[in-house]
């Protein structure tokens, strides 16, 4: 097989792993919406997020715009105004963290990439609220900038929190799942032994950090819904 034939191949086979992902980032806004008042989030942060983790921020934002405009014409009602919210909302999310972690594949890397989309989609946000808000909801710029305390502000930091957990206790299997499905990824796997390290002890440490890394996660998603439900005053439903 030429170097071409094998990139074409390659270049086809992400493309059709990017739509699975869609597939199943949709697949996620729909069986699992949760409501504060007039805002609403999903679990598709995360999926996308792990997908572009493993394929690269290209391919993270261009998941994000498909997901979001199939989503406006299915199940949302909010027109453009959602379809602008949700394609800023998702694409900081996604596209922060997997850059930050294509550079540096590790365990340190994910949690500085993570971090990083926390903060940064929640400032975003915030700007996006005070700029989209008073046209969809008919209101001033003030009494949406009187709404980020109590209202914006928790619940966009909330659902960052959320999703950059779920991200740690799903991008595992996923991503043991698509490599068994034959798929690779283009940015390479993340670095599992040191220099010199016993390849036993590699297995081991990695073992540990997995299940350190899941309860850690699994407490701080349980956290965020608790505040979510108890502290916002929160809902979940099934899409309609």
């Known amino acids: 097989m030429s170097a071409l034939t094998y990139k074409s191949t390659e270049k086809i086979r992400n493309m059709t792993a990017a739509g699975v992902f869609c597939a ?3 697949v996620a806004c729909v069986l699992f919406r949760f409501h504060a008042g007039f805002l609403t989030f999903d679990l598709k942060d995360a999926v996308m997020t792990c ?3 493993m394929f690269g921020p290209f391919y993270g934002i261009v998941m994000c715009v498909v997901v979001s405009l199939i989503e406006m014409v299915t199940i ?8 602008i919210m949700n394609v800023l909302s998702s694409g900081t999310f ?5 850059a930050i972690y294509s550079f540096r594949r590790t365990m340190k890397g994910a949690l500085v990439g993570m971090g990083c989309s926390v903060a940064a989609m929640t400032g975003v946000m915030m700007l996006a609220n005070l700029i989209v808000t008073p046209f969809y909801m008919g209101v001033t710029a003030k009494d949406v900038a009187g709404m980020i305390p109590t209202t914006l502000l928790p619940f966009n930091l ?9 991200v740690f206790l799903i991008y595992q299997p996923i991503s043991r799942a698509v490599r068994a499905a034959g798929f690779t990824s283009p940015l390479g796997a993340s670095a599992a032994v040191k220099d010199g390290e016993d390849p036993e ?18 407490a701080v998603a349980v956290c965020a819904l608790l505040y979510f439900f108890h502290g ?9």
Request: glycine share 10%.
């Open 24 to 26: 199943l980032a949709y």
């Open 51 to 53: 997908a572009a983790m």
């Open 76 to 83: 949302s009602g909010t027109g453009l105004y959602g379809l």
């Open 94 to 98: 996604v596209c922060v963290g997997s």
């Open 158 to 166: 909330t659902k960052a929190v959320f999703n950059a957990a779920l």
């Open 201 to 218: 002890k590699a297995k081991k440490r990695a073992i540990r950090t997995t299940v350190v890394t899941a309860a850690v996660a699994a």
């Open 232 to 240: 916002l005053n929160g809902s979940f439903s099934f899409a309609k």
